[in-house]
């Protein structure tokens, strides 16, 4: 982005297509509170947009496939990238069995069973947060931390509660 303004590298809004599908409550509070975190706090960039931010950001599914839509605030278009989701299914998957085992352990184990757990968790989360930041590179400049934001958001479009 010319001008080095990385203030308006940023998402201010991210809408779940109707491909996505609802689901339970509580999922559908997990996706929220997803949403709110990545738009909070973001550094988000489509590589070679010279005209810049903010984004708005609009996910949808197409046959196993997870699409970007980004456009500007105004709703212009700037670019579509399609991710498949291959990648991200035995992570994700894994990802859900620690999250019940630790939900589990916070009810009936020890605090050191309960970290032990929790730092298998994080390990997960960030080995999903890498893969994603690896897949949208050359597509989407983001940093680690919005990669993290964005693979909890991943996550929580297959919990189906």
């Known amino acids: 982005m010319s001008g080095g303004d990385h203030s308006r590298a940023k998402l201010v809004d991210v809408e779940l297509d109707e491909t996505i599908g609802r ?10 509170v997803a949403i709110f975190d990545l738009i909070e706090e973001n550094s988000f960039a489509p590589v070679g947009d010279d005209q810049g931010g903010p984004y708005r950001l609009k996910l949808s599914l197409a046959e196993s496939r997870l699409v970007f839509a980004i456009s500007r605030e105004d709703g212009a278009s700037v670019v579509t990238h399609i991710l498949s989701l291959t990648p991200f299914r035995r992570i994700v998957k894994d990802y859900y069995l620690i999250c ?3 939900y589990e352990a916070i009810r009936s184990s020890t605090p050191s069973h309960i970290e032990a757990i ?4 994080r390990g997960l989360h960030n080995e999903g947060s890498q893969t994603l930041l690896e897949r ?15 693979f909890t958001l991943v996550c929580v479009l297959h919990w189906r509660g």
């Open 23 to 32: 689901s339970t409550p509580d999922v559908e509070h997990e996706r929220a």
């Open 100 to 102: 019940e085992s630790y």
């Open 118 to 121: 929790d730092m298998g968790r």
């Open 136 to 150: 949208l590179s050359g597509k989407i400049d983001i940093d680690f931390d919005t990669a993290r934001r964005l």
